[in-house]
Protein backbone atom coordinates (compact mmCIF):
# COMPACT_ATOMS: atom_id res chain seq x y z
CA UNK A 1 0.00 0.00 0.00
CA UNK A 2 1.81 3.21 -0.63
CA UNK A 3 1.98 6.07 1.74
CA UNK A 4 -0.51 8.11 0.83
CA UNK A 5 -3.35 5.36 0.50
CA UNK A 6 -2.41 4.46 4.12
CA UNK A 7 -2.66 8.30 5.52
CA UNK A 8 -6.05 8.59 3.70
CA UNK A 9 -6.77 5.12 5.64
CA UNK A 10 -5.60 6.60 9.13
CA UNK A 11 -7.41 9.91 8.83
CA UNK A 12 -10.53 8.25 7.84
CA UNK A 13 -10.54 5.89 11.03
CA UNK A 14 -9.37 8.49 12.85
CA UNK A 15 -12.47 10.86 11.66
CA UNK A 16 -15.09 7.77 12.40
CA UNK A 17 -13.61 7.57 15.61
CA UNK A 18 -13.74 11.07 16.52
CA UNK A 19 -17.34 10.87 15.48
CA UNK A 20 -18.19 7.75 17.44
CA UNK A 21 -16.31 9.04 20.53
CA UNK A 22 -18.61 12.61 20.31
CA UNK A 23 -21.81 10.90 19.19
CA UNK A 24 -21.74 7.97 22.12
CA UNK A 25 -20.64 11.15 24.35
CA UNK A 26 -23.78 13.07 23.20
CA UNK A 27 -25.92 9.63 23.55
CA UNK A 28 -24.71 9.52 27.08
CA UNK A 29 -25.11 13.15 28.27
CA UNK A 30 -28.34 13.70 26.50
CA UNK A 31 -30.47 10.26 25.91
CA UNK A 32 -29.28 8.18 28.19
CA UNK A 33 -29.07 9.98 31.50
CA UNK A 34 -28.04 9.48 34.96
CA UNK A 35 -29.96 7.54 37.40
CA UNK A 36 -30.38 11.00 39.50
CA UNK A 37 -31.54 12.58 36.06
CA UNK A 38 -33.85 9.89 35.30
CA UNK A 39 -35.80 9.99 38.95
CA UNK A 40 -35.94 13.45 38.37
CA UNK A 41 -37.42 13.52 34.99
CA UNK A 42 -39.64 9.95 35.46
CA UNK A 43 -40.31 10.04 38.81
CA UNK A 44 -39.21 6.64 39.86
CA UNK A 45 -36.11 4.37 38.84
CA UNK A 46 -36.29 3.16 34.74
CA UNK A 47 -34.09 1.56 32.88
CA UNK A 48 -32.82 3.49 29.65
CA UNK A 49 -31.38 1.58 26.77
CA UNK A 50 -30.55 2.05 22.84
CA UNK A 51 -30.03 -1.04 20.75
CA UNK A 52 -29.92 -3.41 23.68
CA UNK A 53 -27.48 -1.17 25.74
CA UNK A 54 -27.74 1.43 29.11
CA UNK A 55 -25.08 3.88 29.35
CA UNK A 56 -22.73 2.08 31.01
CA UNK A 57 -22.21 -0.53 28.20
CA UNK A 58 -21.98 2.36 25.63
CA UNK A 59 -19.42 4.02 28.33
CA UNK A 60 -17.30 0.89 27.22
CA UNK A 61 -17.87 1.61 23.53
CA UNK A 62 -16.56 5.15 24.27
CA UNK A 63 -13.59 4.23 25.85
CA UNK A 64 -12.43 1.85 23.42
CA UNK A 65 -13.40 4.19 20.56
CA UNK A 66 -11.29 6.12 22.33
CA UNK A 67 -8.23 4.53 22.61
CA UNK A 68 -8.56 3.51 19.15
CA UNK A 69 -8.50 7.56 18.50
CA UNK A 70 -5.26 7.87 20.65
CA UNK A 71 -3.49 5.37 18.69
CA UNK A 72 -4.52 6.34 15.20
CA UNK A 73 -3.41 10.03 16.20
CA UNK A 74 -0.13 8.79 17.65
CA UNK A 75 0.07 6.46 14.07
CA UNK A 76 -0.55 10.17 12.64
CA UNK A 77 1.76 11.92 14.14
CA UNK A 78 4.30 9.22 13.25
CA UNK A 79 3.84 9.67 9.86
CA UNK A 80 3.68 12.84 9.41
CA UNK A 81 7.00 13.74 11.82
CA UNK A 82 9.27 15.10 9.51
CA UNK A 83 6.66 17.59 8.39
CA UNK A 84 5.69 18.75 11.59
CA UNK A 85 9.35 19.26 12.35
CA UNK A 86 9.97 21.30 9.07
CA UNK A 87 6.57 23.49 10.12
CA UNK A 88 8.13 24.37 13.24
CA UNK A 89 10.93 24.49 12.18
CA UNK A 90 9.89 27.53 9.71
CA UNK A 91 7.14 28.99 11.84
CA UNK A 92 8.62 28.75 15.08
CA UNK A 93 12.27 29.08 14.85
CA UNK A 94 13.13 26.29 17.11
CA UNK A 95 14.48 28.07 19.64
CA UNK A 96 15.87 26.80 22.83
CA UNK A 97 12.91 28.08 24.56
CA UNK A 98 10.36 27.08 22.15
CA UNK A 99 11.62 23.37 22.08
CA UNK A 100 11.47 24.08 25.79
CA UNK A 101 7.99 25.53 25.98
CA UNK A 102 6.72 22.88 23.52
CA UNK A 103 8.12 20.14 26.05
CA UNK A 104 6.21 21.59 28.43
CA UNK A 105 3.32 21.66 26.59
CA UNK A 106 3.64 17.76 25.87
CA UNK A 107 4.16 17.24 29.12
CA UNK A 108 0.85 19.18 30.68
CA UNK A 109 -1.17 16.82 27.83
CA UNK A 110 0.46 13.74 29.00
CA UNK A 111 -0.54 14.29 32.56
CA UNK A 112 -3.38 15.23 31.75
CA UNK A 113 -4.07 11.73 30.12
CA UNK A 114 -2.04 9.97 33.10
CA UNK A 115 -3.31 11.69 36.08
CA UNK A 116 -6.97 9.56 36.60
CA UNK A 117 -4.75 6.39 37.07
CA UNK A 118 -3.33 8.00 40.25
CA UNK A 119 -6.20 9.56 41.76
CA UNK A 120 -8.16 8.48 44.41
CA UNK A 121 -11.42 9.03 44.78
CA UNK A 122 -12.66 10.81 47.97
CA UNK A 123 -15.03 8.35 49.66
CA UNK A 124 -17.81 9.40 52.16
CA UNK A 125 -21.21 8.02 52.92
CA UNK A 126 -24.93 9.41 51.89
CA UNK A 127 -28.30 8.18 53.12
CA UNK A 128 -30.00 6.20 50.60
CA UNK A 129 -32.20 8.14 48.74
CA UNK A 130 -31.09 11.99 50.00
CA UNK A 131 -29.53 13.30 46.87
CA UNK A 132 -32.59 12.58 45.03
CA UNK A 133 -34.84 14.19 47.57
CA UNK A 134 -32.31 17.29 47.10
CA UNK A 135 -32.63 17.15 43.58
CA UNK A 136 -36.43 17.11 43.03
CA UNK A 137 -36.70 20.14 45.89
CA UNK A 138 -34.08 22.48 43.56
CA UNK A 139 -36.55 21.32 41.00
CA UNK A 140 -39.49 22.41 42.15
CA UNK A 141 -38.26 25.66 43.88
CA UNK A 142 -36.82 26.48 40.18
CA UNK A 143 -40.20 25.69 38.92
CA UNK A 144 -42.00 27.66 40.99
CA UNK A 145 -39.51 30.99 40.46
CA UNK A 146 -40.02 30.56 36.67
CA UNK A 147 -43.71 30.88 37.52
Not at 55 to 68: D, F, K, P
Amino acid sequence: MSKMKLNIWIDLLLLLCFSLVVGIGFLIKYVLISGQEIWAKYGTQVNLEFLGMNRHEWGNIHLICGVIMIFLLVLHVVYHWNLIKSMFAKFMGLSGGALAGISVFLLICLSFILLPFFINPQVSEQARGNKHYQIEKRMHKNQSQVK
